[in-house]
Nanobody, 115 residues
Framework: QVQLVESGGGLVQPGGSLRLSCVAS????????LGWYRQAPGKQREMVAR???????NAADSVKGRFTISRDNAKNTVYLQMSSVKFEDTAIYYC?????????WGQGTQVTVSS
């Protein structure tokens, strides 16, 4: 019954920035690991970045130093700040919540890096 809605995707030029947001329909972020995943054409879905309930983060090597994940539990929202984007960042980005109550996915938001 949990719904996750991503937003903020779109067309961005190489080197540009954008911020993705994911809002949950219910208060499920407490004690949950939140993450962003992406799937590019011809590739498997991969982890982009994660953030724990304590605020610890980790990110894929391909985005380290460029992407930053953050969370606002009061707003049931997780963000992905994307900077210095590259063509290889083009993908559908999915929000993920991993909690003791289950694992939930959003429907995804398209990010296209192009001139």
């Amino acid at each position: 019954q949990v719904q996750l809605v991503e937003s903020g995707g779109g067309l961005v030029q190489p080197g540009g920035s954008l911020r993705l947001s994911c809002v949950a329909s219910t208060n499920i972020f407490n004690n949950a690991i939140l993450g962003w995943y992406r799937q590019a054409p011809g590739k498997q879905r991969e982890m982009v970045a994660r953030i724990t309930s304590s605020g610890a983060t980790n990110a894929a090597d391909s985005v380290k130093g460029r992407f930053t994940i953050s969370r606002d539990n009061a707003k049931n929202t997780v963000y992905l700040q994307m900077s210095s984007v590259k063509f290889e960042d083009t993908a559908i980005y999915y929000c993920n919540v991993n909690s003791v109550h289950g694992t939930f996915w959003g429907q995804g938001t398209q990010v296209t890096v192009s001139s």
